[in-house]
């Protein structure tokens, strides 16, 4: 009989000094933790837990834990995982929740618990731990950020490197452009020369020709005339002519390749003229072959008729010109090729007019965009500097 009143003395000290060490432990343990009776209220609270969340022991210890700091934790989602532990002898961990106080200002914290021991007379427990991952996640945001900034940065440096190659390959078409039409550029002048004269001695020998012979000798002027522009266009646009620069008044030279240009009746134009945009220094001349290229585009995407709005607009250190059809639109798949030499989806011409149009305004030291919808009409946009060429802006 002593000996078992022995035995359970023994135990019972053993229990109480695992439960002291248990204690000790859970109080020096640097992670906020609680330990909870079957009821949820509070039997022991670890120093971090009272330093983090500002309450004292007494504020703490035999409290309902959901009436802590103002009901921050009564949160019907965490009962409900709470109160399974027991019952259910379950666990979790990494339970998020965002957490609110004025000492504390908003954290996010995650919560993990499980049942701490059941030892003969002792009632179950629950161990509740807090880990505060603001930081962290502050952290992980700003590297989100991070990586999304650099992967702009490294689409943007890719475009640029595609523009450069696409721009290297352009200015290489027109280097074996220019030699190819060099050489058969002035071959074809001769053969055109002859024939021109040849249209002048008929015209001069036959007296009274027949209508039909006077139209066919017209249609050959005609047709000549236009070979002639074409090779000439060619030779220019492939010869490295510098341009004059001279003060030119932007909104009277549209004006008067308006007036220039054969508009159909059926196209209506509307203008809009910014006042406010003082002379530019231009080579006259070949902006107006920009911009006559652009508008007689324009006219040729309304064959039905339409409407052309040309506006002018000073913005910020540049004259923007924006010109608008409602026209047939240009297919997406186009859109980054139109300015390529030789590109051309028409049955007539040889695809430089746009080629030349992006070869003036970099001489002019200016840059030219299009936008487009199909069926609906196209849009470009050519920004042209205010300030003196020498200068280097980019758009």
């Not at 049942?115 to 992980?140: A, C, G, H, V």
């Not at 700003?142 to 696409?166: A, D, F, G, S």
Request: glycine share 4%; hydrophobic share 40%; proline share 3%.
């Amino acid at each position: 009989m002593c000996r078992n009143i022995d035995e359970k003395k023994n135990l019972e000290l053993e229990i109480r000094d695992a439960l002291e060490l248990a204690e000790s432990i859970i109080r020096t343990v640097r992670e906020p933790l609680i330990v909870l009776d079957k009821n949820m209220r509070v039997i022991m609270a670890n120093k971090s837990f009272s330093d983090t969340f500002k309450l004292t022991s007494l504020e703490c210890e035999n409290k309902l834990f959901y009436e802590l700091k103002k009901h921050q934790w009564n949160i019907p989602k965490l009962r409900q995982l709470l109160e399974d532990i027991l019952p259910k002898n379950t666990t979790f961990e990494g339970y998020e929740i965002e957490y609110d106080s004025e000492d504390l200002g908003k954290r996010i914290l995650l919560l993990n618990a499980r049942k701490l021991i059941k030892e003969r007379e002792q009632s179950d427990m629950i161990l509740l731990t807090f880990e505060d991952i603001t930081e962290q996640r502050e952290y992980e945001e700003k590297l989100l950020k991070l990586n999304v900034e650099l992967e702009r940065k490294v689409e943007e440096r890719v475009e640029e490197i595609k523009e450069l190659q696409e721009d290297m390959i352009r200015k290489d078409k027109l280097i074996h452009l220019g030699t190819f039409a060099s050489a058969i550029g002035h071959e074809l002048r001769g053969p055109l020369a002859v024939m021109n004269n040849a249209v002048y001695y008929l015209t001069m020998k036959l007296k009274n020709p027949e209508e039909k012979v006077k139209k066919h000798l017209s249609i050959l002027n005609e047709q000549i005339a236009k070979a002639e522009k074409i090779i000439s266009n060619i030779l220019d646009f492939t010869r490295a002519k510098e341009p004059s620069f001279e003060e030119c008044a932007i909104n009277e030279l549209i004006a008067c390749i308006i007036q220039e240009i054969e508009i159909p009746h059926d196209i209506t134009i509307i203008r809009n003229f910014d006042d406010n945009i003082p002379p530019l220094l231009l080579d006259a001349s070949l902006m107006q072959q920009a911009f006559q290229n652009i508008i007689s585009n324009a006219v040729d995407a309304m064959p039905n008729g339409g409407t052309l709005e040309i506006n002018t607009i000073k913005e910020h250190d540049f004259a923007k010109i924006i010109i608008k059809d409602t026209g047939v639109g240009i297919p997406n798949e186009n859109l980054k090729k139109i300015f390529d030499p030789l590109f051309t989806t028409k049955s007539k011409g040889f695809g430089l007019g746009l080629s030349i149009v992006v070869d003036i305004l970099e001489k002019h030291g200016g840059k030219i965009k299009v936008e487009s919808t199909l069926n609906e009409g196209a849009t470009f946009i050519l920004y042209i500097p205010i300030s003196t060429i020498a200068k280097s802006e980019k758009l």
